[in-house]
């Protein structure tokens, strides 16, 4: 079965970068998303077919998909992104979630 | 504004049944596919089961085909999901989500968005 990973954790300083990856087999060829999951809270989209941001959402996140690799950027990183964050994507019809990345804001 | 509320979860005994509702409102409910995605205590999303607006497309994850069944009411605007045979491992908080990125379709492909705050059911004896 199609399996999408992520790393289970990366920190970041604030005002850095963060990247997010999520690997899966040619997922270059399908679509990405990604959504943000603060402690308490629902998931929130920040970025579906593979790059594009949902209104209310900063410029600081953008995304990627090329290869077998999807990447979240979170640029200028801030205290309030310190969040769990998962990638999806389709396959034969049934959606997939990444298993997660803790982002921490050190 | 778009509001997904979801009602019904609690706590069931192994092998019993439990229905979950989730009411909609602030867009045209029966133009869109819904979906269930669930989430395990301290554990990450897995996609549960989706329906596209006249449901006519149906899809389950593996983990559920079989035991749960989506149905929607669209004169009601409300979602729901059938859940019977439950085990240890389907407790999990179930959100209810609206398939974003187009009308009508397949309940398939695009995104979800957004997300109401969740049902919590636990299965245990």
């Known amino acids: 079965s199609y399996e999408l990973t992520q790393p289970p954790s990366v920190s970041v300083s604030p005002g850095q970068t963060a990247s997010i990856t999520c690997s899966g087999d040619?997922?270059?060829?399908?679509?990405v998303c990604w959504y943000q999951q603060k402690p308490g809270q629902s998931p929130v989209l920040v970025i579906y077919?593979?790059?594009k941001r949902p209104s209310g959402i900063p410029e600081r996140f953008s995304g990627s998909n090329s290869g077998n690799t999807a990447t979240l950027t979170i640029s200028g990183t801030q205290a309030m992104d310190e969040a769990d964050y998962y990638c999806?994507?389709?396959?034969?019809?049934?959606?997939?979630f990444g298993t997660g990345t803790k982002v921490t804001v050190l | 504004e778009v509001q997904l509320v979801e009602s019904g979860g609690g706590l069931v005994q192994p092998g019993r049944s439990l229905r979950l509702s989730c009411a909609a409102s602030?867009?045209?409910?029966?133009?869109?596919?819904m979906h269930w995605v669930r989430q395990a205590p301290g554990k990450g999303l897995e996609w549960v089961s989706g329906?596209?607006?006249?449901?006519?497309?149906?899809g389950y994850a593996d983990s559920v085909k079989g035991r749960f069944t989506i149905s929607r009411d669209n004169a009601k605007n409300s979602l729901y999901l059938q859940m019977n045979s439950l085990r240890a491992d389907d407790t999990a908080l179930y959100y209810c989500?609206?398939?974003?990125?187009?009308?009508?379709?397949?309940?398939?492909?695009?995104?979800?968005?957004?997300w109401g705050q969740g049902t919590l059911v636990t299965v245990s004896s």
């Open positions: 989500t609206k398939r974003q990125g187009g009308r009508y379709g397949d309940y398939a492909d695009n995104w979800f968005d957004p």
């Open positions: 602030g867009f045209t409910f029966d133009d869109y596919a």
């Open positions: 329906i596209s607006w006249n449901s006519g497309s149906i």
């Open positions: 040619k997922l270059g060829d399908k679509y």
């Open positions: 077919q593979d790059s």
């Open positions: 999806q994507a389709w396959d034969s019809s049934t959606a997939l």
